[in-house]
């Protein structure tokens, strides 16, 4: 179970995390998919920086924990939280984001990006991917866990489902699926338009999977409970957590909106953004203290 001290300095690096994914969405000349990179920032905190066994110095390390992105067009939030971890150079990221050939690209490019373990960006893909990889691990005895972020809008798609089925159907207790249950798409809410997904957490169950609900994926202590309470990998079923989040988690104008899927910050909004982040930091500070 982590400390007090480990879930303050977890919080820290979200809020650095947020800082970061602003200002790059405020100086960068194309479109960031800032909504979505906030919701999931606690998510892909706490991964990286607390559950997730890796070492940034040995990526073939055998006995790593696996990591796919389904929702590749989180990408630039990936990259943020594996360099807090020491993957990668902030500023290497910053200045070579999007550009012919670089290693960060706008979707995840294993060919550019040893560090993965594979390219992503089609959704509805991830998780068989994974199951591809869990299965590997189970054929040779080995015990590492198989993680798999996954949008709620992607999990529309009947690939997710036929993955879902084979994954308790192999009784792959190695694989841990996170899902982004931000009940938004680029462009609408998920209740609304799209076909309606609840009870969500109940049709994964249905699937055959262990599922823990997490009620605020945007509270790093829950998040960080949720996964101290992911079962031993040797298992026989596949764990879901399903975090509730909040699309543009942190900025009074972003949060719920559909219009900020994706978009830059112009200098005024930049500032609102920030000082939103800030202020709830201090708050948060404040009542720990």
């Known amino acids: 179970m982590a400390t007090t001290k480990e879930i303050f300095s977890l919080k820290e690096l979200a809020y650095e995390m947020r800082m970061k994914l602003l200002k790059f969405c405020g100086s960068y000349s194309g479109s960031v998919h800032i909504g979505g990179d906030l919701s999931m920032t606690e998510m892909l905190v706490a991964l990286w920086n ?4 890796c070492n940034p110095e040995d990526l073939a390390w055998p006995e790593r924990d696996r990591f796919i992105m389904s929702k590749g067009h989180g990408a630039l939030a990936m990259y943020i939280a594996m360099s807090l ?6 500023d290497e990221i910053i200045s070579t984001y999007g550009k012919l050939d670089s290693k960060f690209g706008m979707h995840p490019c294993r060919v ?7 390219s992503s960006g089609s959704l509805g893909q991830g998780l068989a991917m994974a199951n591809g990889l869990a299965i590997h691990a189970k054929s040779k005895g080995e015990n590492y866990r198989v993680f798999c972020l996954m949008g709620d809008g992607e999990t529309g798609e009947g690939s997710v489902w036929e993955a879902a089925m084979l994954s308790s159907s192999y009784k792959l207790g190695n694989i841990v699926g996170l899902v982004d249950r931000n009940h938004q798409t680029m462009t609408f809410y998920t209740e609304d338009k799209y076909m309606s997904m609840d009870p969500y957490a109940d049709k994964w169950r249905a699937f055959g999977w262990n599922v823990i609900e997490v009620e605020d994926g945007n509270d790093m202590e829950q998040i960080v409970n949720a996964l101290d309470a992911i079962p031993d990998p040797s298992g026989d079923k596949p764990t ?16 719920r ?3 900020w899927h994706s978009g830059t910050l112009g200098t005024e909004d930049m500032e609102r953004a920030l000082a939103d982040v800030e202020a709830a930091w201090n708050a ?3 009542e720990m203290a």
């Open 50 to 53: 607390y559950k997730i066994k």
């Open 85 to 90: 971890r020491g993957f990668f150079d902030y």
């Open 257 to 259: 909106s559909l219009g």
């Open 240 to 255: 879901m957590i399903v975090c509730n989040t909040l699309k543009g988690k942190g900025v009074s104008f972003m949060e």
């Open 112 to 118: 550019q990006l040893p560090a993965l373990e594979c």
């Open 284 to 286: 948060e500070k404040e």
